[in-house]
């Protein structure tokens, strides 16, 4: 399972956009990127998934660079409920797939 | 997308009793059901992989005569903590995988927060 390295925290203004960089050097040809969302004493919830180029849904975009070593979350317009622990996967994709949670970024959005 | 219920979310023990935690995938069967756990301000670390009518495969470093998993059905896992000890106190969470469109996403529980005193 590719490591992965993301920054331990961000500080943003609501309002702002807010993007997240996560490092995976190493990889696999058929690994996704996949972003979590986590609130204190509550279980991760799913926010976006890619393989390459970009992906957006209604909450937020990633970018994923040609060499496909690293991805950008990118939340438009971030609020104070955004405040969270947003954790950065990468992996095979299947139900039967471990997922490995790396340190995640604790982002804080004030006003 | 998949609802996925632990029962309970919080629980008290003293230590050296059993306690166990259920995962209920509510609308999906799962074959496969993950185990995870959390101390404050720490990452998730999966625990073990429940197999519905199988053995659950564990993590390397974590004591399967300790965390007894058991998945006897495709919509329910359980996780018993035998003689619990302060040091398990932590927050205990389950998963289920499914594919939800074009994604495949984990769904999780909203997690039980275990304190042994």
């Known amino acids: 399972l590719a490591k992965t390295t993301q920054p331990i925290s961000m500080d943003s203004y609501e309002g702002q956009e807010v993007n997240i960089t996560c490092s995976h050097n190493?990889?696999?040809?058929?690994?996704?990127i996949t972003w979590y969302q986590q609130f204190p004493s509550q279980g991760p919830r799913f926010i976006i998934q890619?393989?390459?180029t970009k992906v957006t849904n209604e909450v937020a975009s990633l970018f994923i660079p040609a060499d496909r070593k690293s991805s950008t979350l990118s939340l438009p317009r971030v609020s104070l409920s955004d405040t969270a622990v947003y954790y950065c996967?990468?992996?095979?994709?299947?139900?039967?797939?471990?997922?490995?949670f790396g340190t995640g970024t604790r982002l804080q959005v004030t006003l | 997308g998949a609802v996925v219920s632990q029962h309970p979310s919080w629980v008290i023990c003293k230590s050296g009793t059993s306690v166990k935690i259920e995962c209920r995938s509510l609308?999906?069967?799962?074959?496969?059901m993950f185990w995870y756990r959390q101390f404050p301000k720490q990452s998730l670390m999966l625990m073990a992989t429940?197999?519905?009518?199988?053995?659950?495969?564990?993590e390397q470093g974590v004591e399967k005569d300790k965390f007894l998993i058991n998945h006897a059905s495709l919509t329910l896992s359980t996780l018993t903590v035998t003689s619990a000890h302060p040091e398990d106190s932590s927050f205990y969470i389950c998963?289920?995988?499914?594919?939800?469109?074009?994604?495949?996403?984990?769904?999780f529980g909203q997690g039980t927060r275990l304190t042994v005193v």
């Open positions: 429940s197999n519905e009518g199988s053995k659950a495969t564990y």
């Open positions: 190493n990889i696999a040809t058929n690994d996704y």
């Open positions: 996967l990468v992996g095979s994709t299947g139900t039967a797939s471990k997922l490995t």
């Open positions: 890619g393989y390459k």
């Open positions: 609308d999906f069967q799962a074959t496969t």
């Open positions: 998963s289920v995988s499914a594919v939800w469109g074009i994604n495949t996403e984990a769904f």
